[in-house]
């Protein structure tokens, strides 16, 4: 590899190398303020590398390898090379990772007390989240929330958000200029701009909290909570979950603990504003 980038993020540690500087340029920017690992041993590596040799120049595009690796998965045009990164290391740690139960949520904290949401894509969780972040919030992470089966403490997993569309635009409102990454125009999730968490939620990625609350946001709907019944929570996160099965009976006992102990709720909302208070008030009612 010609360039090579080491990031930890909460208790993951990341080797990237990449045959183009340009992917581990963006991704020293856009991590600029994270340690690297303690004794330089990655827990996952992850290679960027052209899908045939002259695709190194001709028309480059980045095939997504690493310890664990899609068959058949399709390359990016080197011009999105920082999602191929950041899909990379996703898919290090959800097919790796067997020391946490893995949820596919956000998750902020305060006073020690964890807020979990997850939903499908285009719900409204990772704006959300990077909202509460900049609302007195500790963003704990976006792309999953790390339970530990013995104790049921959520860790933080504080790696930036991908912000889609329309959602960029909403945060620039919210977020300094510098914190955010290149845009990626016309990628298969559409126009993405990374956002790099707020420097509290680097400090306190070491700090896990205990969930509190569950929610199940939808975004572009008039405003509405609901109750969500145990058994719909259970199969809801084990679809939510990429390790559930490979744990075993951890991953069962540790899903069955959090959804006997945090109590979940479904809400609605058109737009953040009305998010932001439904959380508070919903907060201020349950946790």
Same mark, same amino acid.
């Given at each position: 590899?010609?360039?090579?980038?080491?990031?930890?993020?909460?208790?993951?540690?990341?080797?990237?190398?990449?045959?183009?500087?340009?992917?581990?340029?963006?991704?020293?920017?856009?991590?600029?303020?994270?340690?690297?690992?303690?004794?330089?041993?990655?827990?996952?590596?992850?290679?960027?590398?052209?899908?045939?040799?002259?695709?190194?120049?001709?028309?480059?595009?980045?095939?997504?390898?690493?310890?664990?690796?899609?068959?058949?998965?399709?390359?990016?045009?080197?011009?999105?090379?920082?999602?191929?990164?950041?899909?990379?290391?996703?898919?290090?740690?959800?097919?790796?990772?067997?020391?946490?139960?893995?949820?596919?949520?956000?998750?902020?904290?305060?006073?020690?007390?964890?807020?979990?949401?997850?939903?499908?894509?285009?719900?409204?969780?990772?704006?959300?989240?990077?909202?509460?972040? %900049?609302?007195?919030?500790?963003?704990? /992470? =976006?792309?999953?929330? +790390?339970?530990? $089966? *013995?104790?049921?403490? !959520?860790?933080?997993?504080?790696?930036?958000?991908?912000?889609?569309?329309?959602?960029?635009?909403?945060?620039?409102?919210?977020?300094?200029?510098?914190?955010?990454?290149? %845009?990626?125009?016309?990628?298969?999730? /559409? =126009?993405?701009?990374? +956002?790099?968490? $707020? *420097?509290?939620?680097? !400090?306190?990625?070491?700090?896990?909290?205990?969930?509190?609350?569950?929610?199940?946001?939808?975004?572009?709907?008039?405003?509405?909570?609901?109750?969500?019944?145990?058994? %719909?929570?259970?199969?809801?996160?084990?679809?939510?979950?990429?390790?559930?099965?490979?744990?075993?009976?951890?991953?069962?006992?540790?899903?069955?603990?959090?959804?006997?102990?945090?109590?979940?709720?479904?809400?609605?909302?058109?737009?953040?504003?009305?998010?932001?208070?439904?959380?508070?008030?919903?907060?201020?009612?349950?946790?």
């Amino acid at each position: 590899m010609k360039r090579v980038f080491s990031v930890k993020v909460g208790p993951v540690a990341f080797r990237v190398g990449s045959i183009w500087s340009a992917p581990v340029d963006a991704l020293e920017r856009l991590y600029a303020g994270y340690p690297k690992p303690e004794d330089g041993i990655p827990d996952f590596t992850v290679r960027l590398e052209p899908e045939r040799p002259w695709r190194r120049w001709l028309r480059p595009s980045v095939a997504i390898r690493g310890d664990y690796m899609l068959p058949g998965a399709v390359p990016v045009s080197l011009a999105h090379g920082l999602l191929a990164a950041e899909m990379a290391m996703n898919l290090q740690v959800a097919m790796g990772e067997r020391r946490f139960l893995l949820l596919h949520a956000s998750s902020v904290e305060r006073d020690g007390k964890v807020l979990l949401m997850t939903g499908e894509s285009g719900s409204g969780k990772s704006t959300l989240s990077a909202l509460l972040g %900049e609302k007195g919030w500790r963003f704990m /992470g =976006d792309e999953f929330a +790390l339970i530990d $089966p *013995e104790t049921g403490l !959520a860790f933080p997993f504080p790696r930036p958000v991908s912000l889609k569309n329309e959602a960029v635009a909403e945060m620039q409102r919210h977020a300094a200029a510098e914190r955010f990454g290149p %845009e990626l125009k016309g990628t298969p999730k /559409g =126009d993405l701009r990374h +956002l790099a968490p $707020p *420097e509290s939620a680097i !400090a306190g990625m070491d700090i896990p909290g205990r969930p509190v609350l569950l929610l199940f946001p939808k975004f572009g709907l008039p405003r509405d909570v609901r109750p969500v019944p145990e058994s %719909e929570v259970f199969v809801r996160l084990t679809q939510a979950s990429t390790n559930y099965t490979a744990l075993g009976e951890r991953g069962f006992d540790a899903l069955t603990s959090l959804v006997k102990a945090v109590p979940a709720r479904a809400i609605d909302y058109p737009d953040t504003a009305t998010a932001l208070d439904l959380v508070e008030s919903l907060w201020s009612e349950l946790a």
